[in-house]
Structures are given as C-alpha cells and as structure tokens.
C-alpha cells in the first residue's frame, strides 16, 4: 500500500493520540457539564460558540498554510493548543473559564485542520484520495475507541471524579505533540509575499471558486444545520434509563465501528464513486435520527449507534476527499478551510437550534426536525450534485 506514506502514518498516528485524549473526556463532558450547573441550552451555546470559533480560524488559518506555503507549524500549533486545553477544564469550574478552555481547545483545531488535511491530500492521487482520508479518519477514530475505554476504566475505580480526567488526558497530547516533529513540508512556492493575509480574506475564495465546490459546500453547509454535537445523542442514552458505563459502553461501540469501517468505506469511494457512497451516508442519518425518537433498550440504541458509525464513516473523510480532488493542490488548505469554517458556524447554529428545540418541545422534536432536513438534503445531492471531476494540480 504506497498511498500509505510516512507522513500519512505520523498524522494518523498524532490524530489517535489526541483523540484518546478529546475522547477520554467527550462522552463524560455532557454529564460533567451538568454536575457543575450547565443546563441543556448552556451546554448547546456552549458546543456551538466552541465550534464557531473553530470555524473561523480554520478559514484564516487554511488560507495562511497556502499563502506561506508551508502546512507542518500550523499542525504543531493546533495541537499544542488542543493539549494544553484539557488540564484547563480541571482549574476552574466559573462558566466564562470553561468556555475559554472548549474555545482554546477548537481553536487548536481550526490552526491545524487546513494543513493536515492538505497534507494528506499531497501524499495522495486523485484515485486514492478515499483510501488516505478514511486511513486517517480510521485511524484518528481508533483514538475515540480507546479514549473513552481508558474513561470507562478510570471511573469503575472513580466513579464521579471527573476533573483528574481532564489532567490525565494532557499526556497523549504532549505525545502527540512529540509525534509532529517528525512531519517534514514539502518544497512549494508561497503566494504572493506582497498580498496581506485578513482574518476573513479566506471569503474571497468562495466568490473565486469553482461552481462545483460552491454547489457540493451549499449541501454539505444544509445539511451541517442539522447535524448538531453527538453530546445531544448521549444525552438522549442517558436520559432513557443508562448509566454512566452503558452510555460509554454505547459511544466507544460506535467508534470502534467508526475506526473499522473508514478505511474499507473510503475504498469503496474511490471505486463506486463519492457521491454514492455519500448519499447512502445521510440516508442512514435519517434513519438513526428518526430512530432516537422511539424509546428502547440498551440494544436498541446500540443499533442506532452501528448505523451512526456506518454515517460518519461514509461522509466525513469522503467530503474531504471530495473537495480536494475538485480543487487545485495550491488552494487544498484553503478550500477546506473555508468548507470547514462555514461548517463550524452551521454547527453553532445547529447545536443551538437542536438545544433550544430540546429545551421547548422536547428531544423527539429536535431529533426529527434533523431528520427532516437530512432526508431534504440527500435528495438535493441525488438530483443537484454531479459526480465529481478531478480538477489537474498546478504543482505536482
């Protein structure tokens, strides 16, 4: 497997440290939260401020990677920021400090996403784009199966100490952090040193970019509004009778799936074509979103988490690989980086919509209105969206 480089190993490898670290706190934030005083909509405001914020950045920051044209400091920063991140959590419990510790910890991520995400895509051919994303998303989510497995462990012999988790959880980010250093830039020519970098000036490309992006983002922003933070699906287990140990039982299931079916679903991307595969993708969130609006037991949910898995699986890294086979390589951070900065405002939206909607009519209410609008937007992609033609690099 040549697509499978050093340096697609060093950012898999870095991505599952830091998501052992992201995800031994995750599926206990939304129970944390509440042990401290956050109510429902306060945790949706919180989610969503924390993904705007990340959004923006990840914008600038994918635009700065290719106007300097260099991707490896702006990885190293971001996780720098992700792992210092999680011992804040544990300092103070006011509300303004824990929304500083979740803003660094998205900013962190917006830093680095544009660049790491166009370093794969430099390390891969437009006919293995689908292998190299869903290696990483499979390998970054192998994180998120032994996160919450560590969390499962710790609180069988804690149970209810959660602020030790959020110090514990700054070692495999300092690893990561040691892990980077080994990632190399290739040579390429920065943009024009003349041209001053704006913090919003990554809005330009939208005007500037192909039709095709401009159409494939639209769906993929419709459908952002609708697929609000997973702490609302654990909540929704939580809230049907688990207890601490199922709840995580039911989310490192889902990512054990997930870390599974990334790679082997990212083949068949690049063999049955993206917009497949991607289709197939939302209809299964339709089907686990109109799930969660019928009770049921611990195996009831744990199907619904299989069929999630199967979700992300097909659409996250596939959407990646998407748009940077229709984009020049010059201009890969900056096209996702401005995908993903308008997809984190969508979250924003999302998460505080879906928290509001929770809070007035309840959590049957919030789940189908997402349901709705998913099902909408697979359509649209069935009917609008073409399947996708490689765009030639000025710079291979």
């Known amino acids: 497997m040549k697509y499978l480089t050093r340096t697609v190993w060093v950012l898999s490898f870095i991505s599952l440290l830091t998501d052992v670290a992201s995800e031994m706190l995750y599926p206990v934030m939304p129970i944390y939260l509440q042990s401290i005083g956050f109510s429902i909509l306060l945790i949706g405001v919180l989610e969503g401020v924390a993904e705007a914020t990340a959004g923006l950045s990840k914008g ?29 959590m544990a300092v103070m419990i006011q509300p303004l400090w ?94 024009s040193a003349a041209k001053r970098v704006s913090f919003f000036s990554f809005l330009r490309y939208w005007r500037e970019s192909p039709v095709a992006y401009r159409k494939l983002v639209a769906g993929l922003l419709v459908f952002t ?79 619904l988490f299989l069929l999630y898995a199967l979700y992300a699986a097909a659409t996250e890294g596939v959407s990646k690989a998407w748009i940077s086979n229709i984009t020049d390589s010059s201009e890969t951070a900056t096209a996702i980086g401005t995908y993903t900065a308008f997809q984190s405002i969508c979250i924003m939206l999302a998460s505080s919509l879906t928290g509001w909607l929770w809070f007035q009519f309840g959590a049957d209410m919030a789940f189908g209105v997402s349901a709705a609008i998913a099902l909408v937007v697979a359509i649209y992609f069935v009917l609008i969206i073409n399947s996708p033609v490689v765009v030639e690099s000025n710079h291979r």
Not at 113 to 123: H, K, Q
Not at 258 to 265: M, N, Q, R, S
Not at 284 to 300: A, D, P
């Open 60 to 88: 600038y920051f994918g635009k700065m990677s290719d106007h300097v044209g260099k991707r490896v400091p702006f990885v190293r920063l971001g996780y720098v920021f992700s792992a210092i991140s999680k011992p804040m």
């Open 225 to 303: 509004l609708c697929n609000s933070s997973d702490v609302f699906l654990l909540l929704k287990v939580k809230q049907a009778g688990l207890g601490d140990t199922e709840t995580i039982g039911v989310y490192i299931f889902y990512n054990l799936v997930y870390a599974l079916a990334a790679f082997p679903v990212g083949v068949l991307a690049d063999r049955m074509g993206m917009k497949n595969i991607f289709v197939v993708g939302l209809l299964l969130f339709v089907l686990v979103y109109s799930g969660m609006t019928v009770s049921g037991s611990w195996y009831w949910y744990g199907g």
């Open 98 to 191: 824990i929304f500083l510790a979740r803003t660094v910890d998205r900013l962190g991520k917006g830093i680095r996403t544009g660049a790491r995400d166009a370093l794969l895509s430099d390390e891969a051919t437009p006919a293995t784009k689908g292998r190299v994303f869903g290696f990483h998303r499979s390998m970054d989510t192998l994180g998120a199966v032994i996160g919450p497995a560590v969390a499962l462990v710790y609180l069988y012999f804690y149970p209810g100490q959660y602020r030790t988790m959020f110090v514990l959880a700054f070692i495999p980010g300092v690893l990561a952090i040691g892990l980077s250093f080994f990632l190399k830039d290739k040579q390429r020519p920065p943009q």
